[in-house]
């Protein structure tokens, strides 16, 4: 009976701070900082409800828009990775951003990264930019929009891997947020 309620007690832990990663190191702070939290939210769906099919593979497959508060004093840029814990390969990765803008509050719906100096990585449909949901049919998955904000630019190239920035955000990450939504088709 107890190792049922410490199963529960983990998954209820995993749920809260928007869902045990399967995918990738989680980034960390850098030495003796507590990761700060942001709030993320969008215009496009609202939190832990249905994503629009204008978001997904089955619409325009255009990116949400996001906003996010304020981060702590030192950020120096944001990234933003974007996934599906509920994928049957795994993590199935649908968007890597980086090299934000610090003043940056906000995306707009469909936004370019370069508008905001920021560049794309590769998404697990291995191209850059924004690949939206796309679940098998029939099944409701989980989708995570998780910002960082960061104590320096990530200085990676255009096109890298989600695995290359995670492995860039090691000992920079400040603070970070996420906002999820829910798509099936």
Known sequence: MRESSVAVAVMVSCAACGGCKAGGAIPSPPPGVTIAALTVTSDSFPTNGAIPVDYTCDGADKAPQLTWSAPPPGTRSFAIIADDPDAPGGTFTHWVVFDIGP???ALPEAAESASVGASNGANGFKRPGYGGPCPPKMELHRYYFRVFA????????????REGLEAAMQG?????GAVMGTFSH
């Open 103 to 105: 003043d940056v509050r």
């Open 150 to 161: 960061l104590d320096g630019p990530m200085n990676l190239k255009p096109g890298a891997s």
């Open 172 to 176: 920079h990450v400040l603070a970070e």
